[in-house]
C-alpha cells in the first residue's frame, strides 16, 4: 500500500476491523482506569513522586516482562496469550474495583493493583503487536500501525475527560469498574476470531534459547539497536509531560478531575491528528527528520507547559505533544517490525517496548523527584532539555529508513537425509562448507563472509569460524556449531529471501567444481580407557 493512500482503506479486512473496535472499548476503559489511579493517588498521598509513579507501576512490568511475552507470542498461540492476559486484567480490575468502592486501597495498593495490570499489558502487547503482520499484508503493515495509534489516542481524545467526569461524580471506584466491563469487548472477540495455524513442525524452542535468540538477533542488527536507544532516550523523556500533568493541573492550574481529563483529551486529539499525518509525513520526509520533529516539538510542549498558568495555552501545548508522541512512537514501531523476520518478530518488538517502556518507567521516577525537590516547572524544563538532545543525537545515530528487505522465508532449505536416525535433540552438530577461491577473489570474499558471519551468528549459530588451508591457500573452510540437528535446521529454516543474495554472491566465488561441499558432522564424546578396562572386568 502506497504511503499517500488512506489508511482508512483497511477497514475492509473484517477481521482487523473487529479487532480494531475491540481494542477500542478496552482502549477507553483503560484510559478512564489511568485518570482514576492518577486522581486517587493525589488524594491518597501528597508526594509528587507517588503521583508520577502511577505511571511508572504502569510501564515497569512492560519493561521488565516484555522479553517473556515476545518469547511467548514467537512460541505459542498468540490469539491464546492475548486471551490469557486480557482475563487475567479483567480479574484484577474486578478486585481493583470492589477495594475501591470499600475504601480498602492505600498508595502502595493502588500501584500494586497498576502494577498488576501492567504485567497483563506486557504479556499481552507483543502478541498483538506480532498479530498485525497475520492479519494485513507487508505494505499494510504501516498503515495498521497508524491505525492502531490513532484508535487508541481517539480514545485518549475522549477518555480521560470522560473518565475525568466519571471521578467528579461517581469517585474512582466508578472509573475501575468501566475499566473491567472494557476487556469484555476485546475478549469476545479473540474468541470469535480465527486465528491462522502456525507450522509447528519443529519441536518449540527451549525458554533459554528463545531468550538468547531475541537478544542475538537485535544485537547482531546495527538499526534495530539504533531504534531502541531512540525509543528509550524517547520514551525517558516525554513520560515527564504525562507522568506530572495531575500534578500540574492541580497545583499550577488550580483544576479538578475533569480539567485533567480535558487535558488528556488534548493530548489525545493532537495524537489523533498526528496518526491522520503520518502517512503524509512518511511520502515527504525521512524517517530521521520526522524523528527530530517529535524530539524537537515536544521538547516546546514541555517548556511550554511549564510556563504557562492558563488552561487554553496549556491545552494547545499538549495537543502538540499528543501529535509528536505518536509520530516518534508508530515510526520506531513500523521500523522495528518492517526490519524483523516473522519468526523473531515477537522477541524484537518485545526488547524495543522494553527500551521505551524501560524509559518511561525510569523517567517516571526521576523526574518525580525532581518534581519533589524544585517543583514540576523544573523538571518540564530539564525534559525538554532531554529530548533537544535526543534529537541531537540522531545526527550520530539516525534512524534507517523502513526496511525494502524481503523478510519472507527463503524456502530453498530441504532437510538433508542421513546414514543413520537422528532426532532433533540429537548433537551437538558441527558444519563445514568448503570453498575454492582464487587469489584475486580473496579480498570480495572476505568481505562477503564478514557479513555471512553476522548471519550465521544472528540466526543461531555459534563458534563460526574461517579458515585457510596452509598446503592449499585456494582451500578455504567455513565453520560452526549448532547445540542440537532440530537447531541445525531452524537454523537454516530461519535465512530470509533478502540472505539469498549474500549466498549467490558467495557462490558466485566459488571455483571449485558444482557447489560448495558442505559436512555435516555429530560431536561424540570418546570414553576413557580405564572405564573401558572396567566394564570388561564387569
Known amino acids: ?271 489523533v491528528m498526528g496518526a491522520l499525518l503520518n502517512a503524509r509525513l512518511r511520502a515527504r520526509f525521512a524517517n530521521e527528520m520526522i524523528a527530530r520533529g517529535g524530539f524537537t516539538g515536544f521538547a516546546f510542549s514541555c517548556a511550554g507547559l511549564a510556563f504557562s498558568t492558563q488552561p487554553i495555552l496549556s491545552g494547545i501545548a499538549l495537543m502538540l505533544a499528543g501529535a509528536c508522541w505518536v509520530l516518534s512512537l508508530s515510526m520506531f514501531n513500523v521500523t522495528i517490525q518492517l526490519s524483523t523476520p516473522r519468526w523473531v518478530v515477537g522477541r524484537v518488538i518485545a526488547l524495543y517496548q522494553t527500551g521505551t517502556f524501560g524509559g518511561m518507567a525510569a523517567g517516571s521516577l526521576i523526574w518525580g523527584v ?46 538433508p537425509d542421513t546414514r543413520f536416525d537422528l532426532s532433533y535433540r540429537s548433537g551437538p552438530v558441527m558444519v563445514m562448507v568448503d570453498y575454492e577461491i582464487a587469489q584475486e577473489d580473496v579480498a570480495d570474499f572476505l568481505a562477503a563472509m564478514a557479513l555471512r558471519r553476522r548471519v550465521r551468528i544472528r540466526d543461531g549459530a555459534q563458534q563460526w569460524a574461517l579458515l585457510r588451508d596452509l598446503h592449499r591457500p585456494e582451500h578455504w573452510s567455513e565453520s560452526y556449531h549448532v547445540p542440537t540437528w532440530g537447531e541445525y535446521v531452524r537454523h537454516n529454516e530461519r535465512r530470509t529471501q533478502s540472505d539469498a543474495e549474500l549466498s549467490d554472491r558467495i557462490r558466485r566465488l566459488h571455483r571449485g567444481e558444482g557447489r560448495p561441499e558442505v559436512h555435516r558432522m555429530i560431536e561424540h564424546q570418546t570414553v576413557p580407557l580405564r572405564d573401558i578396562m572396567l566394564q570388561k572386568n564387569v
Open 370 to 415: 525532581i518534581a519533589d525537590q524544585g517543583g514540576p516547572e523544573t523538571a518540564l524544563l530539564c525534559a525538554s532539555v532531554m529530548l533537544v538532545i535526543g534529537a541531537l543525537v540522531g545526527r550520530v545515530l539516525p534512524l534507517p529508513e523502513f526496511s525494502g528487505l524481503n523478510l519472507d522465508p527463503l524456502g530453498r532449505f530441504k532437510e
Open 1 to 271: 500500500m502506497p504511503d499517500h493512500i488512506s489508511p482508512l482503506i483497511l477497514f475492509r479486512n473484517q477481521t482487523f476491523r473487529s479487532l480494531w473496535i475491540a481494542a477500542l472499548a478496552s482502549n477507553f476503559g483503560g484510559l478512564v482506569q489511568a485518570v482514576g489511579a492518577a486522581w486517587l493517588m493525589t488524594s491518597l498521598s501528597d508526594s509528587q513522586n507517588m503521583v508520577a509513579l502511577v505511571q511508572g507501576s504502569v510501564a515497569l512490568p512492560i519493561m521488565i516482562f516484555s522479553l517473556l511475552a515476545g518469547v511467548f507470542a514467537d512460541n505459542f498461540d498468540r490469539r491464546r496469550v492475548m486471551l490469557i492476559a486480557q482475563s487475567f486484567m479483567f480479574c484484577v480490575s474486578i478486585l481493583l474495583t470492589f477495594m475501591a468502592f470499600e475504601g480498602w486501597l492505600t498508595p502502595w495498593l493502588l500501584l500494586a493493583f497498576t502494577f498488576s495490570i501492567g504485567c497483563g499489558t506486557a504479556l499481552h502487547n507483543p502478541s498483538w503487536q506480532a498479530t498485525m503482520g497475520d492479519i494485513v499484508t507487508r505494505e499494510e503493515l504501516p498503515s495498521a500501525v497508524s491505525l492502531n495509534s490513532m484508535g487508541f489516542n481517539l480514545m485518549r481524545s475522549i477518555g480521560p475527560a470522560a473518565g475525568g467526569a466519571i471521578v467528579a461524580l461517581a469517585g474512582a471506584a466508578a472509573a475501575f469498574a468501566v475499566n473491567a466491563l472494557s476487556y469484555v469487548a476485546i475478549i469476545l472477540a479473540l474468541l470469535r476470531w480465527k486465528a491462522p495455524v502456525r507450522d509447528m513442525r519443529l519441536p518449540r524452542e527451549p525458554m533459554g534459547n528463545a531468550f538468547s535468540a531475541g537478544l542475538r538477533y537485535v544485537a547482531m542488527s546495527p538499526s534495530l539497536m539504533r531504534v531502541i536507544l531512540r525509543g528509550f532516550w524517547f520514551g525517558l523523556s516525554a513520560i515527564a509531560l504525562l507522568a506530572l500533568l495531575p500534578v500540574i493541573v492541580r497545583e499550577i492550574l488550580q483544576g479538578s478531575a475533569f480539567v485533567y481529563g480535558v487535558m488528556l483529551g488534548c493530548f489525545g486529539m493532537g495524537a
